[in-house]
């Protein structure tokens, strides 16, 4: 069965450092991948996907993934992160007919 | 493009009472729409996936009677909390899909229900 892990419940990185994001999927066949964030309150932002051919991904806001089917992984990274960049990260994976399964997330906090 | 719209973005019903969600997609037909459940700082939890004019396809564990789902147009999908009990307070949140673009969801605001 499909199965999406985020290790890290929290991080915390000062503002203007670099950020990973780790996740690990599980999946039999050539997996579709997102990275979402959500704010407080909110809804879910689409931020990348992955479907085939490059495997390192830019989206929006400054981040970027990189597809590594060797190591089941698929980390979320950005050179830089400002204090607006607090909020939820959720890897997912697509599964079949159309459906997401979600990681259990990882909050990020930002120190000044 | 691609907006997808909650309303009410919050409610507080007495127990016992039913409460509606809509959730509509504002500027595109939607070939699916999703249901999620979200407890306070965990994971999106997937109820129900409905289409236009077909009962709905519910998640193992998700009570059909206790959660209605209405898909009357390829615009619109109502979620119906019958009963509300407290343990039903939660935010809901719904996604559609969008013909021509490939497993890609989007994403409502989502709906914080409280049941007192």
């Known amino acids: 069965a499909q199965s999406v892990t985020q290790p890290d419940i929290h991080i915390t990185v000062s503002e203007g450092a670099s950020l990973e994001l780790r996740c690990n999927y599980s999946y039999g066949a050539t997996p579709y991948l997102f990275w979402y964030v959500q704010s407080p309150g909110q809804g879910l932002q689409l931020l990348l996907k992955y479907f085939s051919g490059d495997t390192l991904v830019q989206g929006i806001k400054g981040f970027e993934a990189e597809f590594k089917r060797s190591q089941s992984s698929f980390n979320l990274r950005k050179p830089s992160v400002h204090w607006s960049d607090a909020a939820e990260y959720f890897c997912a994976v697509g599964a079949g007919d159309d459906k997401i399964i979600f990681g259990k997330g990882t909050r990020l906090h930002i120190l000044p | 493009g691609a907006v997808v719209s909650q309303h009410p973005s919050w409610v507080i019903c007495k127990s016992g009472t039913s409460v509606k969600i809509e959730c509509r997609s504002l500027?595109?037909?939607?070939?699916?729409m999703f249901w999620y459940r979200q407890f306070p700082k965990q994971s999106l939890m997937l109820m129900a996936t409905?289409?236009?004019?077909?009962?709905?396809?519910?998640e193992q564990g998700v009570e059909k009677d206790k959660f209605l789902i209405n898909h009357a147009s390829l615009t619109l999908s109502t979620l119906t909390v019958t009963s509300a009990h407290p343990e039903d307070s939660s935010f809901y949140i719904c996604s559609a899909t969008r013909q021509g673009v490939f497993k890609e969801q989007y994403f409502g605001p989502g709906t914080r229900l409280t049941v007192t």
């Open positions: 409905s289409n236009e004019g077909s009962k709905a396809t519910y």
């Open positions: 500027d595109f037909q939607a070939t699916t």
